[in-house]
C-alpha cells in the first residue's frame, strides 16, 4: 500500500520560515494536499493540488511538490500556526494521509 | 455555506457495531462526495471511506470488510457503519465534503464525534 511519510516534530523560531515535508513514492506525480489541525478542532485545508491556496488561508502558507517530496513552507511563522499539519495524496482511488507533523513555534 | 454534523452512540461494546450519521446543512447532498475520517485519540488521520450520491463507494483496504457507507438523499444524510469493532477502533470519527476523487479534498469537516470501544 501507498504511504507518505512526514517528521513526527518541526521546532521553528517566530517569525522564522517552517519546512514540512512528505515523502511518498513519485509524491510529484501526484497531487498533494496539506491540512492544519489545531487541538481539539477538525483538520482545514491550508493548501490544495500541491501549491494552491483557499480563500481565506495567509499568504505565508505555500507548498511545493517535486520528485518523492511535497513540502508545506510558512514564511515569518506566528505562534498561531503551531498546530499538527497532514500531508494527504491520492493513490489510484483510494486517499493517503501522511503520519502527520507537530509544528512547535518556540 | 455547507455544514455537516456527526451523530451517534458515543461507546461501543467490543465485537458490536459501529453506527453514526452524517446530517448535510446548507447544499445538496448531491453535490459532493462524502466521507468518513477517524482519528484515534493522541494519532494521525486515517481516511475510512467515501460515497457519492448515486450510492457508488470506495473504501480503505484495510477497513474494507468491515465498513458499509450508505446515503440517504431523501434525508440529506450519510452513514457509516463498521463492524466486529474492537478497541482499536476508538477514535473521533469526522464526515467530511470531498470534492473530488483521485484529485480532490476535504474542504468541510464536522466537528467529529468520540466513538470508544468498551465493555
Known sequence: SYELTQPPSVSVSPGQTAS??????????????WYQQKPGQSPVLVIYEDDKRP???PERFSGSN?????TLTISGTQAMDEADYYCQAWDSST???????????? | QVQVQESGPG???????????????????SSFYWSWIRQPPGKGLEWIGYIY???????????????????????????????????????????????????????????????????
Not at chain 2, 461501543?12 to 457495531?17: A, D, G, L, M
Not at chain 2, 446515503?71 to 463492524?83: A, G
Not at chain 2, 474542504?107 to 467529529?112: E, T
Open chain 1, 20 to 33: 514540512i515535508t512528505c515523502s511518498g513514492d513519485r509524491l510529484g506525480d501526484k497531487y498533494a494536499y
Open chain 1, 55 to 57: 480563500s481565506g488561508i
Open chain 1, 66 to 70: 517535486s520528485g518523492t517530496t511535497a
Open chain 1, 95 to 106: 486517499v493517503v494521509f501522511g503520519g502527520g507533523t507537530k509544528l512547535t513555534v518556540l
Open chain 2, 11 to 29: 461507546l461501543v461494546k467490543p465485537s458490536e457495531t459501529l453506527s453514526l450519521i452524517c446530517s448535510v446543512s446548507g447544499g445538496s447532498i
Open chain 2, 53 to 119: 450520491y448515486s450510492g457508488s463507494t470506495n473504501y480503505n483496504p484495510s477497513l474494507k470488510s468491515r465498513v458499509t457507507i450508505a446515503v440517504d438523499t431523501s434525508k440529506n444524510q450519510f452513514s457509516l457503519k463498521l463492524s466486529s469493532v474492537t478497541a482499536a477502533d476508538t477514535a473521533v470519527y469526522y464526515c467530511a465534503s470531498l470534492t473530488g476523487t483521485t484529485r480532490g479534498y476535504f474542504d468541510y469537516w464536522g466537528q467529529g464525534t468520540l466513538v470508544t470501544v468498551s465493555s
